[in-house]
Each structure stands twice: as C-alpha cells, then as structure tokens.
T-cell receptor, first 115, second 112 residues
C-alpha cells in the first residue's frame, strides 16, 4: 500500500538559510500534519491542514510557514534557520471521510541539520 | 503536568515474556487512543488504536482502555528482541480536526 512520502530525506543547511520540506500524503487522504522531533523527545505538533485550509496550529515558530496544495501535498517552509531547528520533521496524513477516527500515518521523515 | 504521560523506561523484559506499557492522559474529553512504535531515527509506526473501554487484541498486542481512570495500556505477549523500540502513546481530542498529543514514549528492551 502507498505510504506517506517526504522529501528530501536528509537536508543540511547553514544558519539563517531557508529550507523547504515536502510531504505527499497517502492517496485519498485529505489531512496533513507536521511534527518536529528533537533527539530523545516525543513528536511535537506543528501545524495541520484539511482540504487545503489550516485546521490546527501547534508550536510552530513564526519563522515557519506551511501550506497544502490542490493535489493535497504540503510544504513546510522554514526561514532564518537556527541551530535548534535541527531535528526530524515528520509528516502524517489521515482521511476524515472514513467516518471514524482520523488515524494518522507517518512518513519516513526529513532529517534537518543546521550548521 | 503533561497531557499524556508515560514512564520513559527503559523497561526490560526477557524474550518470551509479557511487556506491559502504560499511559495516562489528562483530557477527559479524549476520544481516541493510539499506540505507535518508533525505532531510533525512524518514523512512528501505528500498532493499534482503541476508542472504547475494554480490551482490543491484534495478534500479540492487546490495548486496554479505561476512560474513567484515564488510562490506556499496551500488552505485548511473547516479546521478541525485534520489539525493542520506543512505544509512543498518543491521544486525540474530540472534535473534527484531531490534534494528537504524544507521550514522551517508553523505551522497551527485550533481552534475548
């Protein structure tokens, strides 16, 4: 079965640079979530989108922005990168139309390293 | 107090034993509960979800939910070394767009 796709898998940036992470949800999934996971920490919710509209916002810094496009893929844009932004960034997707709980399925993640 | 609490472990069990992982949550309105397994450097992998009080079994895994006590657990029977990972408890609030809150995870070590 198709899974969530994230690109790139690894990204190395310098401080103050900009990074763009991409997420392609499972086909027919309409909701995308972004999480940040630092070393030894649990995933921290950043932001989510449902049908291309922002549906919820967590601990996303103002330097970050995200959007969901007409094909349901999502991009997380990160500007003025700081050393503390180094983390694993996960995207998850779910399908609200199933009528049940919106079980989230995670992508493989993007490892961002800021030097 | 964190919204979702787990003992960080590590929890060590011998191969073949039952591993019991526990999780408590603070939001009484929580509707859905998930257990994810995460290997180091990998993404969380869904093991089970449970909505209703009681037990739910899937192979070697059994999830138990007690909403009155705000408690959810995961039992792993016949533990294998490959079960060694961090187990994340996740709780979704009620409502349309579910924001899932994760616990900090319990590290399980299955000793051969």
């Amino acid at each position: 079965a198709a899974g969530v796709i994230q690109s790139p898998r690894h990204l190395i940036k310098e401080k103050r640079e900009t990074a763009t992470l991409k997420c392609y949800p499972i086909p027919r999934h309409d909701t995308v979530y972004w999480y940040q996971q630092g070393p030894g920490q649990d995933p921290q919710f950043l932001i989510s989108f449902y049908e291309k509209m922002q549906s919820d916002k967590g601990s996303i810094p103002d330097r970050f922005s995200a959007q969901q496009f007409s094909d349901y893929h999502s991009e997380l844009n990160m500007s003025s990168l700081e050393l503390g932004d180094s983390a694993l960034y996960f995207c998850a997707s779910s399908a609200t139309w199933t009528g049940g709980t919106d079980t989230q399925y995670f992508g493989p993640g993007t490892r961002l390293t800021v030097l | 107090q964190k919204e979702v609490e787990q003992n960080s472990g590590p929890l060590s069990v011998p191969e073949g034993a039952i591993a019991s992982l526990n999780c408590t949550y603070s939001d009484r309105g929580s509707q859905s509960f998930f257990w994810y397994r995460q290997y180091s450097g990998k993404s969380p992998e869904l093991i089970m979800f449970i909505y209703s009080n009681g037990d739910k079994e899937d192979g070697r895994f059994t999830a138990q939910l007690n909403k009155a006590s705000q408690y959810v657990s995961l039992l792993i029977r016949d533990s294998q070394p490959s079960d060694s990972a961090t187990y994340l408890c996740a709780v979704a609030n009620s409502g349309g767009y579910q924001k899932v809150t994760f616990g900090t995870g319990t590290k399980l070590q299955v000793i051969p």
